[in-house]
């Protein structure tokens, strides 16, 4: 049960109602209903997201940076979202899971980003030469090391929001890993 007001985009007023009108027309999720306390908060995280838009990563590498964040977050709603806007991106069941868990075997290159993304999220950003030198091994360059961090910053502010608003899950259940 959510713990924050749930704001109802039909009564939604002033910069909240312009973002559901407009760049969140038809894709009134609960995070973004609960996000919409503080419109300029929720017209943050739409300009961060739409920032990342252009990195190098695949929109599915994109993905499994968000699940390996979030499995380590422990957030259930973002690992259920990004679970099935990993699979229209082209993710397999497998990939998204290994994600989550942080090792993709079958994935030499997903498998790199899952564990390099919980390395930072473990550790705070504290990796290690290894975990670097490994992450590069697998033919990520500098670039893609920013580009992860800017995506696993994201996830940091949605799984944040989410646990401690208790966002109610509306995509389809994952399993637990």
Known sequence: M???????????????KEIFDGPLKGKHFNIFKGMANSPQV????????????????????????Q??????A?????????????????MTDEQAMGARRGRVESDARMDALARFTRAIAETRGQVSDEDLKRFKGAGFDDK?????????????????????HRSEIDFPAVPSV
């Open 67 to 72: 699940l390996a964040a979030s499995n380590v």
């Open 144 to 164: 893609a090391v920013v580009e992860v961090i800017g995506v696993y910053t994201l996830a940091t502010l949605t799984n944040t929001f989410n646990n401690v």
């Open 2 to 16: 959510p713990r924050l007001n749930v704001v109802d985009p039909a009564n939604a007023s002033g910069k909240a």
């Open 74 to 90: 422990g957030c259930n709603y973002c690992q259920a979202a990004h679970t099935a806007i990993g699979k229209g991106h082209g």
């Open 42 to 65: 929720l017209d943050m995280y739409l300009k961060i997201n739409q920032a990342l838009h252009g990195v190098s990563l695949s929109a599915a590498e994109v993905e499994a940076v």
